[in-house]
């Protein structure tokens, strides 16, 4: 295990984690960490979730990443006012704090760069086209975490509202300088793409299967909560693999892995480590493969310790203060406060 200098800690802001971190170094972190999971190098704190009024949500996710000597936690309050995702990143050996991380930015680098991972190593390898579904916050990453992997490929983005949709491919333009277009209807951005990301907020499934081009990969990174779906079932009836960040969360939240896979046998999804360490893998003969991203500790613990060891050579972040633990004075109730209680 590798151990860590002393203190300071470091709060590392949102700026700091987009000059230091690119998507090609996000995935390859992901990677690493994902692959020291499936060999039991590293392990992952299923994520959580409670629920509140209209739609309120609180999420903790995190891991132990041996190797690199550290181990943290994410959490957030996703509310319709916003959110502010924190990482906090603890030393292996001593339990000493050694940053807390601005992670919306991380976020998305991890959620791009876990899909970046699955593309990589279940998309075609000639894979040409590509199709961007949503266009919210977390299109950009996607499209970034693609290209990463299949640089060669033209995007097609949809999203119900034109004016969104074109604004995303215009941004594609001025930063990628690829091929990219607005698709008019979903049908028309699924139509013979070999990938094919969905990124949305959608509540009924709305991509079935005869609408996708054999041998095509699908990254549904969407329906994270039981009110949502973006799979219809008849998805996994061509799937030749299917695979998940973290298949305890897909058992525990996926309302439309729970739905299809009910008491069929869960041994077909596979977490995407296995995939790395070589199996399953796609085949001359696979027709669809699917990546289901629920959000993995591991992978957030990954680029959060990537993050913190690019800060301290780049010199960013400030220190956080740590004053030293104060005795308790403990009184029974009602007592004075005159002094403290021997």
């Given at each position: 295990?590798?151990?860590?200098?002393?203190?300071?800690?470091?709060?590392?802001?949102?700026?700091?984690?987009?000059?230091?971190?690119?998507?090609?170094?996000?995935?390859?972190?992901?990677?690493?960490?994902?692959?020291?999971?499936?060999?039991?190098?590293?392990?992952?704190?299923?994520?959580?979730?409670?629920?509140?009024?209209?739609?309120?949500?609180?999420?903790?996710?995190?891991?132990?990443?041996?190797?690199?000597?550290?181990?943290?936690?994410?959490?957030?309050?996703?509310?319709?006012?916003?959110?502010?995702?924190?990482?906090?990143?603890f030393d292996a050996a001593s339990g000493a704090l050694c940053a807390v991380v601005e992670a919306f930015a991380l976020g998305q680098l991890r959620t791009g760069a876990t899909s970046g991972v699955a593309t990589r190593w279940l998309a075609a390898?000639?894979?040409?086209?590509?199709?961007?579904?949503?266009?919210?916050?977390?299109?950009?990453?996607?499209?970034?975490?693609?290209?990463?992997?299949?640089?060669?490929?033209?995007?097609?983005?949809?999203?119900?509202?034109?004016?969104?949709?074109?604004?995303?491919?215009?941004?594609?333009?001025?930063?990628?300088?690829?091929?990219?277009?607005?698709?008019?209807?979903?049908?028309?951005?699924?139509?013979?793409?070999?990938?094919?990301?969905?990124?949305?907020?959608?509540?009924?499934?709305?991509?079935?299967?005869?609408?996708?081009?054999?041998?095509?990969?699908?990254?549904?990174?969407?329906?994270?909560?039981?009110?949502?779906?973006?799979?219809?079932?008849?998805?996994?009836?061509?799937?030749?693999?299917?695979?998940?960040?973290?298949?305890?969360?897909?058992?525990?939240?996926?309302?439309?892995?729970?739905?299809?896979?009910?008491?069929?046998?869960?041994?077909?999804?596979?977490?995407?480590?296995?995939?790395?360490?070589?199996?399953?893998?796609?085949?001359?003969?696979?027709?669809?493969?699917?990546?289901?991203?629920?959000?993995?500790?591991?992978?957030?613990?990954?680029?959060?310790?990537?993050?913190?060891?690019?800060?301290?050579?780049?010199?960013?972040?400030?220190?956080?203060?740590?004053?030293?633990?104060?005795?308790?004075?403990?009184?029974?109730?009602?007592?004075?406060?005159?002094?403290?209680?021997?």
């Amino acid at each position: 295990m590798s151990t860590r200098a002393a203190p300071p800690a470091l709060w590392i802001t949102e700026a700091d984690v987009a000059a230091v971190l690119d998507m090609h170094a996000a995935i390859s972190a992901v990677e690493r960490a994902l692959q020291a999971e499936a060999s039991g190098a590293a392990q992952n704190l299923l994520k959580t979730y409670v629920e509140w009024g209209s739609g309120g949500t609180l999420h903790a996710l995190g891991g132990a990443l041996a190797g690199k000597g550290v181990v943290g936690s994410k959490t957030w309050a996703h509310t319709a006012g916003g959110a502010t995702p924190l990482l906090v990143l603890f030393d292996a050996a001593s339990g000493a704090l050694c940053a807390v991380v601005e992670a919306f930015a991380l976020g998305q680098l991890r959620t791009g760069a876990t899909s970046g991972v699955a593309t990589r190593w279940l998309a075609a390898e000639d894979a040409r086209t590509f199709a961007m579904i949503g266009s919210g916050k977390q299109a950009m990453a996607q499209i970034a975490a693609v290209l990463a992997v299949r640089p060669r490929c033209a995007a097609r983005v949809f999203s119900p509202t034109t004016a969104h949709r074109e604004a995303v491919v215009a941004r594609v333009h001025e930063v990628f300088g690829v091929d990219a277009s607005p698709a008019a209807s979903l049908d028309e951005a699924i139509d013979g793409a070999a990938i094919v990301t969905l990124a949305t907020r959608a509540r009924a499934p709305f991509l079935h299967a005869e609408g996708l081009a054999r041998g095509a990969h699908v990254n549904a990174i969407g329906a994270i909560t039981p009110d949502r779906a973006e799979l219809a079932g008849d998805v996994f009836g061509r799937c030749g693999v299917v695979a998940a960040d973290s298949v305890p969360a897909v058992q525990q939240l996926s309302r439309e892995f729970r739905e299809y896979y009910g008491s069929r046998d869960w041994a077909a999804v596979v977490p995407l480590g296995n995939v790395i360490a070589g199996a399953p893998r796609r085949g001359p003969d696979t027709d669809l493969t699917l990546f289901k991203a629920m959000g993995a500790g591991i992978a957030d613990v990954a680029l959060g310790a990537e993050v913190l060891e690019r800060a301290e050579r780049a010199g960013r972040g400030r220190p956080v203060d740590q004053p030293v633990p104060a005795e308790i004075n403990w009184r029974p109730v009602g007592a004075a406060s005159s002094g403290p209680l021997r």
